[in-house]
């Protein structure tokens, strides 16, 4: 008898169908990893077996909770008024942010204790939490810490150390390290591994990530919009996926090198960056010297033409800082820029409009790169402010060919954001960089938030765009493999500094600095 | 027993010598302080402080005898130096006293013995013992002059027990009074402005009585009950539509006239006053014995109105300001007044004004066209005869005709001339007269000797009792 | 057109539905007695004065005998000509400065924020007191005393949702095309939180709509022969345990009138984009 | 902390100085002349001018504005010039009142108006929800002079539970004074009660929908469990900005109660003085009021700092 069971489960939302028939069973001890695109249900499938649903959700099908004793549920009954007392006793959830997962004003050793008094009363004393706290790997003192005191990192462990503290004998995770960063993902996989094999615990782990399921589970479901495409053992299904949709997840988890193209030799560098330097000063009083956050420490490096610089860094360690003092969004502290014959930085002045029509910038989230309130059409005209020069017909044309350039249709052009979706609108955001005709274009992680069967077309129109105008690409990521298929050379950045630098094959193969081996450790592969 | 008498305005300090507020004599007058005379509630003069007294043929001198065996609240004896101290420092040069001019006549006052005093006034006056009967002249004690604002000492059959700041005035009884004994424990006089506030707190039981309750159109609902008395007597004040008789237009007859002839007394007093008033065709109280009854000197007839400001020039109309004080007879009555007005093409623009503006704006500074205003002083028909007085009239035969008033003893002489002054004031059309205030108490049913008039200000409590 | 449907969209929620109809009927109401009332408000008739119900008169005639219903009309005219002017002072001066405070930040925006604590201290009673001893008191000292206590109020509004604005990648956008920050704030920021301010609007309407009623209440405010529904109803206070109607009427109205904007300003956020309503929304009376 | 409090303590005295100075040189350049005012309209000239000097009138606006500041810290904030007595004094005696009233009526619209809020957030979407929202929608919306009224005229007129107005000093007999101040306190505290209900409830819906929420749920609390636990102190904080916004407005309310209960509060104080043009006693009287309001958002920001450990934080704990 498996530990729990999902038989033809279905929700909607009035008349939105948003699960159907899924069948889905953990077994004792296992390890049950669920993929899918975002908004395919994954999270829904976890809830109902919390009996957390929201309450629009309408739910049918049958429930299955084997602990000990067996209990079938008819998912229609699911609700409030439903006794569950398995949540937090049998079944332990960790959920997706770990930011907002924790009650802000309590302290995370009273958090923990909550669970304890409900579900095991005799345990409930400091020193069992202090185990808790360092069976995640926190310390026994960090008990009378708030959340806000603890890295998100840490903060994952505490919702996780929450989840255990009822000895449960099924986890739900669902999606816990996608918020993380890479160093700080991987640990926390480690260490779900390790402690569902010592406990013995079912294990029902949500990721959009394939690589991270693949680093934990042994068994996989694939969910696409609601319904179950393809399920079984995890090797078999990333070795030889049936289903085209699977098929894709598996293949754009693992990027490819796309081919070199020629360029021009060229001696002058068209960036010279020379000591960048940012610092961040908060002070709280008037009195009181400064609190300083060197985000950016000392960095040069130079940039030809037609060139793609990557760089990678773990989180907060100045990536973003960097960008922006290149594309003269914010001043220097230090150090200046030396573009195209133009200079800028600290002591020179600020970005000269002639250097600002040559770089360009693309961000990483295309939902907020657009305003809502203006049509396509005026947010993709208006980098052509800095070229006054142009009649309103001539800027016209600019867009409608930046809009060719990037495969969409100048008719899209009338409407308004919402109605492009996130792979369109990345495209957009492409075509508003491209307007100008920059020279360099800087890319902050341009394609993290895009589902990953999206991400190969937005990398391949990139590439395009570079072989046809020869641009210079500035590509910060943090996704090594992404990296390693689009850059020539990288720049491993660490607290501020650039620790390492070469052609991208050099770095990654043989990587010096201990940040980079971390960096490359940390990547789940499947 | 322990009388509850609500009032509407809280005087500013206690002190009646030191103080225009009408609010000040209502709590201290007659009660706590008194005078060498006083007035009774028909506005005749009795002996008080001084017992009787004689005046010189000339009507220059008077001699009074004082009372013998009283002493101030706070035990000091009272004797004629006492009377002396109080004349003198109310006619000083520094004085702050409000109503000077009550003794800018005197040139001498001097003790005659420790209970006779004699007063030397530079003319005959006709209402010199009324004066002297009025709250500005009661008699204080040198001990006590400085601290009476907070802490009255007088020799009235009341005296001053506490004075909690916006909110009530306490007096009790004195029982070393010297003469009649009063029937009244306790005196308790709370303030409420708000005559919303009065209503509910009288049905509510909390107050006795008003001796002038301030909204007249909730007396309907006290009259209803039979828990109170609604008594409406009569005030000083004749309210009137006061002219500014040195700006343009209106230092044209006709169109005073014209004013005079548009103006619907009874639907001001109606609409305003809730009924409550009598109309008055000059400035002179209707219940005194002198008074005429000029009401039909330009009777009410708009088509005359018309022709006259036709024949002023102004056939269609003009644009006047009538500034109006907040007491309800003005700002009501402005508005009922502006329609009227507005019938002969007369159109207002009403303002609003505070006391203390109207006083410095039109008082002092004769900045205005009209403004609307009830004069409270007892047998003020003299004011007329001063052209720098806001009204701005300038009339040798009037100011000849007062002069003659003033020095005149005899009753039917003065009679005769206070006649001729009245419908002098009436025929010029100087102001509009509009009506004599009402006094509009209400009091419990089993209250007694309260005033249904008051032709001083003041609230004699000296005959107030319960039934059983 | 698409305003327009997003507009007709906001009628599936009831509360806003009801508090539009509510309030555009008043409005309309109030807006007509500039030009017509079923009979003139400065006649003065006191024969008919307390006149009940009649076909002539269908709510009846106040204390000078004049029309209720004309009264209240223009009574609403006065009302919402303070609150929509009080609201008009806040959003221009308002706006400007907390768009300002998110776009400039550093010291300006803390000696803007220092501005608005400091404002708030002055409830719109104590700024018309001080104008009144000034200046006497009128319906204008309101409309400037709640004015001025808006203020604040739009600017703490406009610079949170200003800041979330200023988040978002589209405003680097904007810079990366060279805007500055005015043109920042005119073409993206302030379109971006026009609902925002709009509901907070409406709300500020209601409430200058009573707190106009209590500042005539205690004198402050519209003075006769002009006429407020705060006038009416203070007016009205001492007639009424004779004549209850006459309270009865303008309280009515400003309840519903204050009812009406606030289901309208509640609808209006309860459509709204959650992250930006909850920026910097605030809801207090005056 | 302590950095935190210095800070926001200099900060109000600079809110207090620049509200001093505002309130001084506005009504000082007011028209109209108190010592006219006082001594009538028969004054002469040399009486006018012997007042003026007394009150101190014909020196430099900065050298009284100097003084007047020097007093406040001593207490002398010198003579009225209507009522002659020290005007500390007299806002001392209204105060008794007036503090009392504001207090009572924010205790009281808390104990009303949270609970209520909380009852409403666990039922959101029920009738239950949209009953005491209609009820907060009418609280909001009704004049609270025109409430007032209608409490005197149900409870004191017609019942004659509580009396119609008027106040009894505490020394005198607190019971009375107690009385006194009940239906003033509930005509001011409903309303706010009624708008406080729906912060709460609008703030807790907000909480309702966080994920410590869920996390909580997760743990085995039914959903009100989950609520009262983590939620309501949570939402407690934008609501406790609120109230401190409300303070101001609680203020402003009891000088138009005062009204309605012919109370001797500080409204009315101010009201007699300004009509008597004593704007010794209207500038005063006017800080009092401002500063009170200051302090208490001091408190109100203080508290949160208090409760929210991520401000404690913030503030250099
Ligand atoms: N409370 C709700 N009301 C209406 N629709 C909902 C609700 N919760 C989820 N949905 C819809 O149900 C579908 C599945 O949601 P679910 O959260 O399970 O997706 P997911 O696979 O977990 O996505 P993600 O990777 O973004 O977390 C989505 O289309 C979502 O819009
Ligand atoms: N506006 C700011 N004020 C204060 N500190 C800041 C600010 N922006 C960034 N920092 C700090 O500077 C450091 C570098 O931040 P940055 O955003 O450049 O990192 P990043 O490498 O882009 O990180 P991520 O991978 O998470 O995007 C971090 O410690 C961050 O906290
Ligand atoms: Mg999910
Ligand atoms: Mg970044
Ligand atoms: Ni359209």
């Keep these: 008898m498996s530990l729990a069971s999902l038989e033809n489960l279905s929700i909607r939302f009035g008349d939105r169908q948003v699960l159907s028939n899924i069948n889905l069973r953990i077994e004792a001890g296992a390890r049950v990893g669920l993929v899918g695109e975002s908004g395919s249900g994954k999270s829904l499938t976890a809830l109902s077996l919390m009996n957390l649903l929201p309450e629009s959700a309408e739910a049918s099908g049958v429930i299955h909770l084997n602990f000990g004793q067996h209990v079938k549920i008819d998912a229609t009954q699911l609700g409030e008024d439903l006794p569950f007392p398995y949540r937090g006793a049998q079944i332990g959830m960790v959920f997706q942010e770990p930011m907002t997962a924790l009650n802000p004003l309590m302290r995370i050793g009273d958090q923990i204790g909550e669970v304890l008094a409900l579900h095991r009363p005799d345990l409930n004393t400091k020193a069992h939490i202090g185990q808790l706290l360092e069976e995640v790997d926190l310390r026994a003192d960090m008990h009378r810490r708030y959340p806000h005191e603890l890295s998100g990192g840490q903060r994952q462990r505490v919702g996780l150390a929450m989840a255990l503290a009822g000895e449960p004998e099924l986890l739900i995770a669902d999606e816990p390290t996608s918020a993380l960063d890479m160093i700080t993902q991987r640990g926390v996989i480690d260490l779900i591994k390790r402690i569902a094999s010592a406990r013995q615990m079912g294990l029902l782990f949500i990721s959009h990530d394939l690589g991270a399921v693949a680093a934990l589970c042994d068994q996989i479901y694939v969910l696409e919009k609601g319904k179950l495409v393809e399920h079984g053992d995890s090797q078999t299904i990333l070795k030889n996926p049936q289903q085209p949709y699977t098929q894709r997840l598996v293949a754009a988890a693992k990027p490819t090198k796309r081919p070199e193209f020629s360029r021009p030799a060229q001696r002058e560098p068209l960036l010279e960056i020379d000591g960048l330097t940012r610092q961040f000063r908060q002070k709280r009083y008037f009195w009181q010297s400064p609190d300083i956050t060197t985000a950016v420490d000392q960095v040069s490096f130079a940039l030809h033409s037609g060139e793609t610089l990557g760089l990678v860094g773990p989180s907060g360690c100045g990536k973003t800082s960097l960008s922006r003092m290149v594309a003269g969004l914010d001043s220097a502290q230090g150090g200046s820029v030396q573009f195209d014959g133009h200079r800028f930085g600290h002591g020179v002045g600020p970005i000269p409009m002639a250097a600002r029509r040559e770089i360009s910038m693309v961000f990483q989230d295309p939902f907020s790169s657009f305003d809502p309130r203006m049509r396509m059409q005026d947010a993709l005209l208006e980098p052509l402010h800095l070229m006054p020069e142009l009649t309103t017909a001539q800027k016209q044309k600019r867009v409608h060919e930046a809009v060719q350039r990037v495969g969409l249709s100048i008719d899209m052009l009338n409407r308004y954001p919402h109605a492009f979706s996130g792979g369109q609108r990345q495209r957009l955001a492409i075509a508003r960089a491209i307007v100008l005709k920059p020279k360099l274009l800087i890319l902050d992680e341009p394609v993290s938030a895009l589902d990953v069967s999206i991400r190969g077309d937005v990398l391949a129109l990139l590439h395009d765009l570079q072989e046809k105008f020869g641009m210079a690409y500035l590509f910060i990521s943090h996704d090594l493999d992404v990296v390693r298929a689009v850059t020539d050379r990288v720049m491993v950045m660490d607290h501020g500094k650039i620790v390492e630098h070469g052609k991208v094959e050099d770095v990654f193969d043989h990587p010096q600095a201990e940040i980079t081996k971390k960096l490359l450790d940390a990547r789940l592969t499947i | ?468 | 057109m698409r305003m327009f449907k997003q507009f007709a969209s906001n009628f599936r929620h009831p509360s806003f539905a009801i508090g539009f109809v509510l309030s555009a009927v008043l409005i309309v109401l109030a807006l007509l007695s500039l030009v017509w009332t079923p009979h003139p408000t400065d006649g003065v008739n006191i024969a008919a004065r307390f006149g009940s119900p009649s076909l002539e008169h269908f709510l009846g005639t106040d204390f000078f005998g004049r029309d209720i219903f004309s009264m209240l009309m223009a009574g609403a005219l006065t009302s919402l000509r303070v609150a929509v002017l009080a609201v008009g002072i806040g959003m221009v001066v308002g706006v400007p400065l907390g768009l300002l405070a998110a776009g400039h930040g550093g010291w300006l925006e803390r000696l803007i924020l220092r501005f608005n604590d400091f404002v708030f201290a002055f409830p719109a009673i104590i700024t018309a007191i001080i104008i009144t001893t000034l200046f006497g008191p009128s319906a204008i000292n309101a409309m400037i005393a709640i004015g001025i206590f808006n203020i604040p109020v739009f600017a703490r509004v406009a610079r949170g949702g200003a800041l979330s604005i200023w988040t978002l990648d589209y405003v680097d956008a904007a810079r990366l095309s060279g805007l500055k920050v005015w043109q920042i704030s005119v073409r993206h920021v302030l379109p971006n939180i026009l609902s925002l301010l709009i509901v907070q609007a409406t709300i500020q309407l209601s409430l200058g709509i009573l707190a106009e009623a209590g500042l005539s209440y205690i004198g402050l405010g519209t003075q006769p022969p002009e006429t407020s529904l705060g006038l009416m109803l203070k007016e009205a206070q001492s007639f009424f345990l004779a004549y209850p109607m006459q309270a009865v009427w303008p309280g009515l109205t400003i309840i519903i009138f204050v009812m009406a904007l606030n289901l309208m300003g509640d609808g209006l956020r309860d459509q709204m984009d959650p992250k930006l309503s909850k920026a910097g929304g605030i809801n207090v009376a005056g | 902390m302590v950095g935190y409090l210095i800070q926001r303590l200099l900060g109000v005295a600079l809110t207090l100085l620049v509200a001093a100075a505002l309130i001084f040189f506005l009504l000082d350049v007011l028209p109209g002349d108190p010592a006219r005012f006082m001594l009538g309209i028969n004054a002469s000239d040399e009486a006018l001018n012997a007042l003026r000097q007394q009150l101190g009138l014909d020196q430099p606006a900065f050298v009284r504005f100097g003084q007047w500041l020097m007093g406040l810290f001593t207490g002398d904030l010198g003579m009225s010039a209507s009522q002659r007595a020290p005007i500390a004094e007299l806002i001392l005696e209204r105060m008794q009142l007036s503090l009392p009233l504001a207090f009572g009526a924010l205790v009281l619209s808390t104990l009303i108006g949270l609970p209520l809020g909380i009852l409403a957030a666990q039922n959101q979407g029920k009738i239950g929800d949209a009953g005491l929202m209609g009820l907060a929608q009418i609280g909001i919306a009704i004049p609270n002079f025109w409430f007032a009224m209608l409490l005197v005229v149900v409870f004191a007129v017609t019942l004659k539970w509580l009396p119609p107005g008027g106040f009894v000093p505490w020394a005198e007999n607190p019971a009375a004074a107690f009385r006194a101040l009940i239906l003033p306190t509930i005509a001011l505290a409903l309303p706010q009660a009624a708008i406080l209900a729906r912060v709460m409830r609008t703030s807790l819906v907000d909480v309702a929908r966080q994920d410590f929420i869920r996390t909580a749920r997760a743990k085995g609390l039914s959903k009100n469990q989950a609520l009262w636990r983590h939620g309501v102190r949570n939402a407690l904080l934008p609501v406790m900005t609120i109230m401190g916004l409300q303070f101001a407005f609680l203020i402003a309310g009891t000088i138009i109660v005062e009204n309605v209960f012919y109370l001797p509060g500080l409204g009315r104080l101010i009201f007699t003085a300004i009509s008597a043009r004593d704007l010794f006693v209207v500038r005063s009287a006017l800080l009092v009021l401002v500063g009170l309001v200051v302090i208490i958002m001091f408190l109100v920001d203080l508290l949160y700092a208090l409760v929210d450990p991520r401000l404690k934080k913030r503030a250099g704990n």
């Design chain 2, 1 to 468: 027993d322990e009388l509850r008498l609500g009032m509407v305005l809280e005087p500013p300090h206690l002190d009646p010598t030191a103080g225009a507020a009408a609010a000040i004599d209502e709590v201290v007058y007659a009660n706590l302080f008194e005078g060498l005379t006083r007035i009774d509630q028909n506005g005749a003069v009795l002996p008080s402080l001084a017992t009787d007294w004689s005046i010189s043929d000339d009507g220059t001198r008077y001699e009074f005898t004082l009372k013998e065996g009283v002493t101030f609240h706070d035990g000091t004896s009272f004797d004629a130096e006492d009377v002396k101290f109080s004349l003198d420092r109310a006619r000083a040069e520094d004085s702050v006293n409000a109503q000077k001019g009550i003794f800018a006549p005197i040139t001498n006052v001097e003790v005659l013995a420790t209970n006779k005093i004699a007063i030397e006034i530079a003319n005959p006056q006709g209402d010199f013992l009324f004066n002297l009967g009025r709250g500005d002249a009661v008699i204080v004690a040198p001990e006590s002059a400085e601290t009476n604002q907070t802490n009255p000492v007088g020799t009235g059959p009341f005296k001053f027990v506490d004075w909690q700041q916006g909110s009530k005035v306490i007096l009790e009884k004195n029982p070393d009074y010297v003469g009649d004994d009063v029937y009244l424990d306790r005196a308790i006089f709370t303030f409420i402005s708000d005559p919303n506030a009065a209503q509910n707190a009288m049905l509510a039981g909390e107050l006795d009585g008003f001796a002038n309750f301030p909204a007249p159109e909730t007396l309907e609902i006290f009259e209803a009950d039979p828990r109170f008395n609604v008594v409406v007597g009569s005030t000083e004040g004749e309210t009137i539509l006061a002219t500014n008789n040195k700006a343009e237009p209106f230092n044209d007859l006709r169109v005073r006239q014209a004013i005079a002839h548009v103006i619907d007394r009874q639907a001001i007093i109606d609409g305003a006053m809730f009924g409550y008033g009598t109309p008055i065709g000059t400035h002179f109280a209707p219940h005194h014995p002198y008074y005429v009854d000029l009401l039909n000197t330009y009777p009410h007839d708009v088509a005359k109105a018309k022709e006259l400001l036709a024949a002023a020039g102004y056939e269609s109309g003009f644009k006047a300001t009538l500034k109006l004080p907040p007491p309800t007879y003005a700002r009501r009555g402005g508005q009922i007044l502006a329609a009227q007005l507005r019938e002969i093409g007369i159109e207002l623009e009403l303002v609003n004004v505070e006391w203390a503006q109207w006083l410095e704006d039109v008082f002092t500074k004769k900045d205005y066209d009209l403004t609307i205003v009830s004069h409270v002083e007892p047998f003020d028909i003299g004011i007329y005869a001063n052209p720098d007085y806001y009204f701005q009239y300038d009339n040798v035969v009037f100011q000849a005709l007062i002069e003659k008033l003033n020095i005149t003893n005899d009753e039917d002489d003065r009679k005769a001339l206070a006649a001729a002054a009245e419908t002098i004031l009436a025929d010029d059309a100087v102001n509009g007269y509009l009506f004599q205030l009402a006094k509009t108490g209400v009091w419990d049913t089993r209250l007694s000797g309260m005033w249904p008039n008051s032709p001083v200000e003041g609230n004699d409590l000296t005959q107030v009792k319960w039934a059983n």
